[in-house]
């Protein structure tokens, strides 16, 4: 049977390659999409690749995840410092999550410091680009045996 992974994106993220791009890259996140479907394929993961700019989809989408999934990889952008709905489905979840940003946030504005994901999420990486998704998906294969 095969696994499915959600990767699921948080808002502003469709606007990756000209918004910000000294910050975030020019990467879009169709080119990003791509990347992860093509790494997938190899692991034999399905993919579900999802963004909005609404917290409450992204928490239907993090619910759907708890019985069809064997992971989640979640950027949950600017709700990482906000939301504590997405924190509290997250940790519903009884899989690995891991919690990816483009930009080093540790080195950017000071409210950008806290994130709500990050003490329930399995791992976290931060400031290595679109890297982080395919570091996030290599262990989360390696965690599920893929």
């Known amino acids: 049977m095969t696994q499915t992974v959600y990767i699921l994106n948080g808002p502003n993220l469709n606007l990756l390659g000209t918004r910000e791009p000294e910050i975030y890259g020019r990467e879009t996140l169709a080119d990003i999409e791509a990347r992860c479907r093509t790494l997938c394929e190899g692991h034999g993961f399905e993919l579900m690749f999802l963004q ?60 950008r410091h806290h994130s709500y994901v990050s003490a329930i999420a399995t791992g976290v990486i931060a400031g290595f680009g679109s890297f982080g998704y395919v570091a996030a998906l290599e262990k989360l294969a390696q965690d599920v045996g893929a």
Not at 94 to 102: K, N, Q, S, T, Y
């Open 52 to 111: 909005s700019n609404h917290e409450g989809q992204l928490v239907d989408w993090i619910q759907e995840a708890r019985t069809s999934a064997c992971g989640i990889i979640i950027n949950p952008a600017a709700y990482t410092h906000t939301s504590v709905a997405i924190r509290d489905a997250l940790s519903a979840c009884e899989m690995p999550i891991f919690e990816v940003h483009l930009s080093n946030v540790h080195a950017r504005e000071a409210f």
